[in-house]
C-alpha cells in the first residue's frame, strides 16, 4: 500500500501535466467537448492529489512546471494579448492609449505588426478605448520595445513578468496563511489552479499580478504599515480596477486614524501613476468604456440573466441599458453595508466579507468572463469558503460560448455551472465552510495547524 501510495504522489503530477500541455497545445477555444472535459478532469485530479498526496515542495515544483509548459505558445482562448501589444506600441509613438481608438488610427500610423494586431484583436476591442490601467499599459508598453518582428517575444516578456508575479503570490500567500493562523498547505489550490495557470500564464490576464499586489499590500495592513499597504494598494488597482471596491472594507480592521494614512498613500500614489496619462478628454473616454461593462457588454451572467429574461417577458426587448443605470447604485449600497460591519476588525472575518463583497458584484455583473473568478480564489482560501474553487471549475465551462461561427451561451452548461456554485454556497451557509474539510490534507487539521487553534 505504501508503494501504490508513494507511485501515485508522482504519477498523479505527470497525468496534470499532461493536461495542462495538452490545453495548451492541443485544443483550441471551439472545440467545447475537448476543452470542457481535459479542463474538468485535470481538475478533479488536482483535487485528488491535493487531498492525498501534497507537500510545500511539490505544490511548488508542479506549479513551476505547469506554468513552463505554456511559457512558449501563442494564446489560443483569449485575443485579448494583440489589443496588450497594440497599446504598448502605440504608447512609443507617443499616443496616448485613452484617447484614441485603434480604429481611429490604424490608417494614418505605422509601426511593426500594426495590420495583425488590428485584424486579430476583433472588431469590439478595436472600435473602444482602452480600458487597461495604467501599470497594465506601463506593462504593456515594454511589449512595445518588442514589437519588432513576430509577436512571441513580446508575448514570451509579459509572461516571464506573470510568471515571476505567481512566484511572488506563492511566498506571499503562505506568509499570510501563517499570519492568519492557517497551514501553508493551503496555497496549493491558488498555486495549482488551472484556471490561473490557463488565463494568466496561458492568457496573459492579469489578474494575477493584480492579486500578487493586493496581497503583498494585505500583508502590510495586517502589521499596520499603512503607507506600504497605500502603496502596493495602488499597484493592484493600477493593473486592474477591481480592488477599488474593496479598500472601504479595511476602515474597522485599521481603525480611523490609520485608515486616514492608507487612504492618503492609496491617492498619492494612485495620482503619481495615473497622472502621466491625463491629458484632454481622457476621463470622458475612460468613463465611457467602463461604462460599457454595465450597459452593453453582456456574458455568462447569473442574476443578471434572471432579470434580463423578465425584462423580455414585461418589456420585450433587452433592459441592459436600464439595469446598467442601477446596477451601479446597488454596488455602492452593497459596499456601504460591508464597510460598516463590526466584524471587519477580524482579519479573517475580513477577507470572508471582502469574498462576499466580491462575489455579490459577480453575481449581479452582465459580464464574466473566466479570468475574473481568479479574484476570488485566495479570499476562499483564506476564508474557507469552497465556492470560488467550484467557480473557478464551472467559470471555465462559459468557454462553450463560442461555437465556429458565433459567440451563443449554452444554457445547459451555464445553468448547471451556477447550479453548481449557489448550491455550494448555500450548503456553506448553512453547514459552515467546506474547503478547509473537503479540498485539503485531513491531517492538516493538527494542533499546530487547525484552523481554530492559537498559537
Known sequence: MKTINWSLKFIIPLFILCGFYILANEVIRNQTVQLLVVFSVLFALLWFWIKNYSSLSLIFILGIFSRMIFMYNIPELSQDFYRFIWDGSIQLLGINPYLFTPKSLIEIIHFPNADLLYQKMGSLSAGNYSNYPPFSQYLYKI????????????????????????????????????????????????????????????????????????????????QKKTILGGFFFSLSIATKLLPLLVFPLFYHFLGVRKFLFFSLSLLIFSLCLWLPFYEGEMLIHYKETIDLWFTSFEFNGSIYNIVRAIGYEVKGYNIIKQLGKVTPYINIGIIIIFTFLPSNRNIKLLFKNILFLLSSYFFISTTVHPWYIINLIMLGILSGYAFPIIWSLTVFWSYSAYGLEEVREVLPIQLTSYLLVYGCLILELIKGPFLWEHFQKADLFSIQHSPISPR
Open 143 to 222: 511589449l512595445g520595445y518588442f514589437n519588432y518582428f513576430d509577436l512571441d517575444f513580446p508575448v514570451y516578456i509579459l509572461k516571464l513578468i506573470y510568471f515571476g508575479g505567481d512566484i511572488i503570490t506563492y511566498f506571499i500567500g503562505i506568509k499570510l496563511l501563517e499570519r492568519v493562523n492557517l497551514a501553508p498547505e493551503y496555497i496549493a489550490w491558488y498555486f495549482l489552479n488551472p484556471l490561473l495557470i490557463i488565463e494568466g500564464i496561458g492568457n496573459l490576464h492579469g489578474e494575477g499580478l493584480m492579486v500578487c499586489f493586493t496581497l503583498i499590500s494585505c500583508l502590510y495592513i495586517i
